[in-house]
């Protein structure tokens, strides 16, 4: 009897985020702007299982300021996003790997808090049905100036502004998480207790809770990188990674899975164990991903789950962006897998 009665008691995100705001947790602000933010994960979800259908597959025609194909999805994911903050009225600068700038709500909108999102990432996955995801990361205004950002002189004044808002270090991320539009479309968020995980129940159109403080295991003998991009590493790269494909005394190699969405790739490793990793190669100095949409929310939520995210030398929440699309490398997994490629001597990121 009380097992199923258990089954019953349902508790949403919605739920979950007011009983935090009564805990003291997280203010009243807070709680709007990620209702809204899970509001904008419902209708990108919507969009992306219908995508084939409505003919939102393909390119947009339009190449974005890292000059990147912009696919209808992510054009159409940025207004979503954007439009849903907007509405919530307390978000005051909103950036996205989308756009040029960060850019200022209107005044009769807008609030404090500034956030900073990859509305689609992934999106070469969509025309195949492939899962995606979108992240986020929520920061306090900071008016703290950094010299090489004010010297921008292609920015305006109030753009300057912004940027200057903007590029905070991850460790002053308030609250993180992403969604994952796959099998299951699930959304996962730290506020800076733990990390929790809604699925989306296609019955009730409602975030349901279904993993709380979800640890990440201490190590995982699953390795996920682009291995095409080999010949472009380093040697001490290579030898890192052919050492992990060497079967040892335990007679097991490590498992390869790379699905080319960071979610997707990341949430597998935040619940199996393991390592992701996104080097720079001889062609991309930085490597690929972005600090602030993309590597900052992550190694905040990994940290959350007790594991790691590195650049290879130090802890990317350390990193101070000096620019809006700044890309740095990101080693990101279980402790002891991150530190594993921290060890190897001269591992140039
Ligand atoms: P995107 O923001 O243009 O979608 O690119 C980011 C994606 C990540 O999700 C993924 O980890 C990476 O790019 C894959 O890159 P690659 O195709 O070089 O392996
Ligand atoms: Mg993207």
Redesign the pocket.
């Known amino acids: 009897e009380s097992k199923k009665s258990t089954r019953f008691e349902l508790i949403t995100l919605t739920s979950w985020l007011l009983k935090q705001e009564q805990a003291g947790v997280i203010d009243a602000e807070l709680t709007i702007v990620l209702s809204s933010i899970s509001m904008a994960c419902k209708q990108i979800a919507s969009l992306v299982q219908r995508a084939s259908i409505s003919n939102l597959t393909g390119v947009q025609g339009a190449v974005n300021i890292q000059g990147?194909d912009q696919k209808k999805l992510d054009v159409v994911s940025n207004e979503v996003f954007s439009n849903c903050l907007r509405s919530s009225g307390r978000t005051g600068i909103i950036a996205s790997?989308e756009e040029d700038v960060p850019v200022a709500v209107e005044e009769s909108y807008s609030g404090n808090y500034i956030v900073v999102f990859?509305p689609?990432?992934?999106?070469?996955n969509i025309d195949a049905a492939v899962s995606t995801g979108s992240i986020f990361g929520i920061y306090s205004p900071n008016d703290e100036c950094l010299p090489d950002i004010d010297g921008d002189a292609t920015l305006d004044s109030a753009e300057q502004k912004c940027v200057v808002s903007v590029c905070q270090p991850g460790s002053n991320l308030l609250a993180a998480g992403y969604c994952m539009y796959s099998s299951s479309v699930i959304f996962v968020l730290s506020i800076g207790n733990g990390v929790f995980s809604f699925s989306l129940d296609p019955m009730y159109g409602e975030f349901v809770l279904t993993q709380e403080n979800i640890q990440i295991p201490k190590s995982g003998k699953i390795y996920s990188f682009?291995e095409?991009?080999y010949q472009m590493w380093d040697d001490k790269l290579k030898k890192y990674i052919d050492d992990l494909k060497d079967p040892g005394p335990s007679g097991k190699p490590y498992s390869a899975r790379?699905i080319?969405?960071?979610?997707g790739?990341f949430h597998r490793t935040l619940l199996y164990g393991g390592i992701y990793g996104?080097p720079r190669d001889s062609k991309s100095k930085n490597g690929?991903?972005r600090l602030l949409y993309?590597c900052a929310p992550m190694s905040y939520l990994v940290e959350q789950a007790g594991g790691k995210g590195s650049d290879g030398h130090q802890r990317v929440l350390d990193i101070v962006p000096v620019e809006i699309h700044q890309r740095v490398p990101l080693y990101i997994g279980s402790v002891e897998e991150v530190e594993k490629l921290e060890n190897k001597p001269s591992i140039s990121g």
């Open positions: 990147e790997e990859d689609l990432d992934g999106s070469s682009n095409g991009n790379y080319g969405s960071l979610v790739d996104y690929k991903l993309e």
